[in-house]
């Protein structure tokens, strides 16, 4: 075998495993789910569940909902005056994002790279659609970092050595985090973003075909690079101030989904303090495992640690992360629906 054979090989092998990882992530990710129930009594977490209600889990969808309708707001004030799309189809397409981001066996980014794509079909340029994926990927990233430092100081506020020593790893985690963001931010407003977009042509070119007419030219001139720099423009300080607003407050009422669970479960004296600390973290610990979907198995660990802390039993933490998946199916599978519509009207358009 020729050395260019041997290369051509293992790119194609170490393809083919990236490919795999969302898969071998979701089954890693059911295995640990199975495991946490079955270690602990199986009977407690489906009565802690039960007594949530219909009601309970009602709400707690509901609050969801809010939460990624306002995420589409804060995607749709990142392209105010850039996009010929009206703001009720970022939040449409906010939700299709959610839905294969937590129903399918995808990396956490597979819905966004779906969203821009639909997002084409309202005559935003691939590159525009692409460069809007990146930079409100990098404002939701960035934002629920500093959510997540939000609950590691006030962890340092409890007199405990495991809650000492969870909030320094989170802290010192989250300085690593903060590098990595300040440099994804830098490539993008810097030229080194051309390296970046290199490796996004293709993408670029496939969303920009879907805003061509059949049979005609398709796509836009510009390059993933200048659409970033029209997002980040200086000039546009408010409508990026604005999401950013939006997103801490989505990342801060999903502390609301724990309290009605709690509530409803008749766990007292839980302050909001408290349920601030168990979302921030076990969302930065589901965050960090953004290979396994949904962070499958992940979440539920984070609330067994987290609720630990505050003196909740892991049957109940286990239920409460149960509670917080109920959203992802109510909310998920009609957007799965909306995005298989939208495709299947799509093509039949482009057919005729």
């Known amino acids: 075998m020729t050395a260019g054979t041997s290369g051509r090989a293992d790119g194609g092998l170490g393809r083919a495993l990236i490919r795999r990882l969302p898969l071998v992530g979701t089954a890693l990710g059911l295995v640990l789910a199975l495991w946490l129930v079955a270690t602990n009594d199986v009977g407690a977490v489906a009565a802690a569940f039960g007594r949530i209600g219909l009601t309970g889990l009602a709400a707690v969808v509901l609050v969801r909902a809010v939460i990624v309708f306002l995420c589409g707001l804060a995607w749709a004030r990142l392209l105010s005056g850039l996009s010929p799309a009206e703001t009720g189809i970022f939040v449409v397409l906010r939700y299709v994002r959610e839905g294969i981001n937590v129903l399918l066996p995808v990396a956490s980014v597979g819905g966004d790279v779906v969203g821009g794509r639909l997002l084409t079909f309202w005559g935003v340029t691939g590159a525009l659609a692409a460069a809007s994926i990146l930079a409100d990927l990098l404002i939701q990233a960035g934002t629920q970092a500093v959510f997540a430092l939000v609950g590691a100081l006030l962890l340092t506020r409890l007199d405990s050595p495991p809650a000492t020593a969870l909030a320094e ?82 990342w801060g009422l999903g502390a609301a989904e724990i309290w009605i669970a709690l509530a409803c479960i008749g766990i007292e004296g839980v302050t909001i303090a408290e349920v601030l600390v168990i979302e921030a973290l076990a969302q930065a610990v589901k965050s960090a495992a953004f290979p396994i979907p949904s962070g499958l198995g992940v979440q539920e660990s984070g609330f067994v640690v987290v609720g630990a802390l505050f003196g909740i039993d892991a049957g109940t933490a286990l239920a409460v992360s149960l509670a917080k998946r109920v959203p992802d199916v109510v909310l998920g599978l009609p957007s799965l629906l909306v995005w298989q519509s939208l495709e299947a009207r799509r093509s039949a358009g482009l057919a005729r």
């Open 169 to 250: 790893w989170m802290l010192h985690a989250l300085a690593i985090a903060a590098l990595a963001l300040a440099a994804f931010f830098a490539i993008q407003r810097s030229g080194a973003a051309r390296f970046i977009e290199r490796h996004l042509a293709g993408l670029a070119r496939r969303f920009a075909r879907e805003t061509a007419p059949s049979g005609g030219p398709a796509g836009s001139a510009a390059s993933v690079q200048d659409a970033l720099d029209s997002v980040w423009g200086w000039r546009r300080w408010s409508p990026i101030a604005q999401g950013i607003g939006l997103h801490l407050v989505a």
